[in-house]
């Protein structure tokens, strides 16, 4: 028994229905943790190379992890994941809401999830007690619509829920999964995966606070957090306006994309800023449990043309870019609008954004055409025509049946020159942060498991200069600012290391927003579990998962060629901050190489060495195909 | 020179009378750190400046006309 966790992983097998709990051992969690471990262990144990993403072979996490549940702010989150439909490789996302922090309050470490259902089921899992029932009335409802009609037939409110809407029993590949209604485990099709399983919701309430082993030092640390963090002006930003204050200023730097990357320029990016939201259809701020941040906007709406529910949150940063300047589009109403289809009916609004922002500019270049399209005038900053999009692809109606896979796939069907256009690392669509600026970042998009996610690595303008932002690299051994555009060895050592860092924190799960340092995520862990846990363990552990997803991966089929940035990055915007720039191909090559020898991986194959896995714990994780 | 200086987010508490945006008559040869400090900005909180529409470092000079935006390092969300 681990002091502070549940102890107990729930396996659920759909085809069945059978339903069991298994027991870990110590040893286990000390070395997988939670989250992006427990994630990476089942993937790699249970899941046969070469298994199709939406067989009922394919095994989905919900993993929270070893905070999640506890007083600490920011510790309420929890990893999902699962083979991805869209790259192929490992789907691993985190999302935050108080789904993640309810189940392990609910008595559980995981839980894993494999078969499929003859007919559509949820799970209600009310405080330890598990059971299948019955969502065949459910079926082709709203995550909303969804979510009241459990919460009546149960008898209960303010259910927690994990749940799918069309776009997921439609098999989207850029689908998601929706957790409380407005938090979304968003990257690499996972909704598909749930919908391929006939799995509706998981619906979850539980009341037991884990034990920590020593309460007193969590609650100094979460006493801490929550009278310093106004102190940290990324997080008062936060507090005071949410995510997206910085498109003037994102694009002022060339950090916004625009209109699927192939602009520098966004004139409108004032109008889609979150100090314009706070000043029109922002409603109210949300926050997550034991957190004071707040950091989630809440929108509603109602003009001529739109109707947005509160209910359905608001526009993140990465949504005002995706389904804005990535689209040309400056139409808050509709981006909000938009931003609530993509909640009601579970898709990702990244990959949506890129995968329309790469079917608009195929039509811009004739590539599709009016025919294609159905009618619709797909160009840039058609807000309307990218709103009859989203309902398309989640119902995968015309066009929308082909962009319903996201860009890479998309292009493979339409071809005729269509696949230069897709904006993707491994099928897996853009965060919104130009890699031309970030060059690191770029690094990070290219080699990180789960694809192109901006959330796998700290971001280069961060550490361009003395004063705190160096804070966060100086406890990793990397001393001196270096510039955004650099690929040094010593800025590629940076980026690995905050890298694994990264995955340590999807291991524990802490939420990034949080501004925790590597030393309080160390003595969380200690006051929870009564280990004798180090900053040098924690960094280890970060090396295991990232280690754990590129094996996996690479049974899966990918390789070092899968690393790789669209070519429109290794040339310049045409106007913008960026004119001029662009990044080096050689320079980002010697950067990979060495990426992988930092790594004890191969430097050409990026294949982890024998001794490394064996270092790591990890030599039964290495199947026959990865070392041939 | 004539310089003017957009403190977005945060940061904004820095400018002159909590304002955007101002216009600035200052001496030449400042740089954007020595702008910084003269505005009493606590320069070791996380910040990234924009000078003349391109992203610039504390050592970069001043000149007439300059447009500085300083704002907090953008990341997620």
């Known amino acids: 028994m681990v002091q502070g966790l549940a102890n107990r992983i729930l396996r659920i097998d759909l085809s069945s229905g059978r339903i069991w709990t298994e027991e870990q051992n110590e040893l286990f969690y000390r070395r997988y943790l939670g989250g992006a471990g427990i994630l990476s262990y089942y993937l790699l144990k249970e899941l046969k190379p070469g298994t199709d993403a939406l067989s009922p072979e394919n095994v989905l996490v919900f993993a929270p ?52 259902a003859d007919h559509p089921v949820y799970l209600w899992i009310n405080n330890g007690e598990v059971q299948i029932k019955d969502a065949s009335h459910l079926w082709g409802q709203t995550v909303l619509e969804t979510q009241d009609a459990i919460e009546a037939e149960l008898g209960e409110k303010r259910l927690r829920t994990a749940t799918i809407g069309p776009a997921g029993e439609n098999l989207a590949a850029i689908s998601c999964i929706m957790t409380d209604l407005r938090n979304a485990a968003g990257r690499g099709g996972l909704g598909a995966v749930m919908g391929s399983k006939n799995l509706k919701c998981i619906a979850v309430k539980g009341k037991t606070a884990p034990q920590a082993a020593e309460p007193e030092k969590m609650r100094d640390l979460a006493r801490w957090m929550n009278t310093n963090y106004m102190n940290f002006s990324i997080a008062k930003g936060f ?40 000043d029109s259809y922002r409603v109210g701020m949300e926050a997550c449990p034991s957190c004071q941040i707040r950091c989630k906007k809440v929108v509603a709406l109602e003009n001529d043309a739109y109707k947005v529910d509160g209910r359905n949150g608001g526009p993140e940063y990465e949504t005002l870019a995706a389904l804005g300047s990535l689209l040309g589009i400056n139409d808050l109403a509709a981006i909000c609008r938009a931003n609530e289809l993509c909640s009601i009916y579970s898709l990702d609004t990244i990959s949506l954004g890129g995968t329309i ?25 058609n807000a309307d025509a990218m709103l009859k999009v989203v309902e398309l692809i989640a119902h995968r109606q015309g066009i929308g049946d082909i962009l319903a896979d996201g860009s890479r796939k998309a292009a493979k069907r339409i071809g005729r020159g269509a696949e230069a256009l897709a904006m993707q690392v491994k099928g897996i669509e853009f965060g919104m942060h130009e890699p ?41 051994d990397s001393l001196d600012p270096l510039p955004a555009n650099d690929l040094s060895t010593a800025k590629v050592d940076r980026v690995k290391n905050l890298h694994l860092l990264r995955n340590f924190s999807d291991s524990l799960v802490t939420c990034n927003f ?15 579990t009564g280990w004798d846990y180090t900053d ?41 901050a ?29 294949v982890p060495t024998q001794e490394k896995l064996e270092q790591l714990g990890i030599a039964w994780a290495a199947a026959d195909s990865v070392h041939a | 020179m004539r310089v003017t200086i957009e403190m977005h987010g945060p940061l904004q508490r820095y400018n002159q009378g909590g304002q955007p945006r101002a216009e600035l008559d200052l001496e030449d040869n400042l740089t954007v750190r020595d702008l910084l400090m003269r505005l009493g900005m606590d320069m070791d909180e996380p910040w990234n400046a924009a000078l003349n529409g391109t992203l610039a470092s504390p050592s970069d000079k001043l000149s007439e006309g300059s447009l500085l935006l300083v704002f907090p390092p953008i990341e997620g969300g």
């Open chain 1, 65 to 116: 992890g070893p905070v999640t549940g506890t007083v600490i702010p920011g510790g309420s989150r929890l990893c999902v994941g699962a083979k991805s439909p869209l790259s192929g490789g490992m789907a691993k996302c985190e999302a935050g809401g108080f789904f993640g922090y309810e189940l392990k309050r609910a008595g559980f470490d995981a839980i894993v999830v494999q078969g499929k």
């Open chain 1, 239 to 278: 507090h005071e306006l949410g995510t997206g204050a910085g498109m003037v200023s994102g694009n002022a730097i060339g950090n916004l994309p625009v209109r699927n990357w192939s602009d520098g320029q966004f004139d409108d990016a004032a109008m889609i800023q979150a100090d314009v939201l706070r």
């Open chain 1, 357 to 381: 922002a790469f079917a608009m500019e195929c039509f811009e270049k004739g590539i599709l055409t009016l025919a294609d399209t159905g009618g619709i005038a797909l160009g840039f900053g």
């Open chain 1, 436 to 476: 031309r600026l970030k060059q690191g970042l770029g690094l990070i998009y290219s080699i990180a498991a789960q694809g192109a996610d901006h959330m796998a690595g700290a971001h280069d303008t961060f550490f361009t200069q003395e004063g705190r932002g160096m804070e966060g690299v100086r406890s990793l």
């Open chain 1, 514 to 528: 949080v501004p925790w340092t590597l030393r309080q995520q160390v003595d969380m862990l200690r006051a929870l």
């Open chain 1, 536 to 576: 040098f363990e924690a960094m280890r552990q970060g090396e295991r998962v990232t280690t754990m997803a590129r094996v996996f991966n690479l049974r899966e089929g990918l390789t070092a060629a899968d690393d790789q940035l669209p070519q429109r990055f290794f040339s310049s915007t045409p106007r913008g």
């Open chain 1, 578 to 606: 960026l004119k001029g720039t662009a990044i080096d191909p050689e320079a980002m090559n010697r950067a990979k190489r060495t990426f992988y020898t930092l790594m004890g991986w191969d430097p050409v194959t990026g």
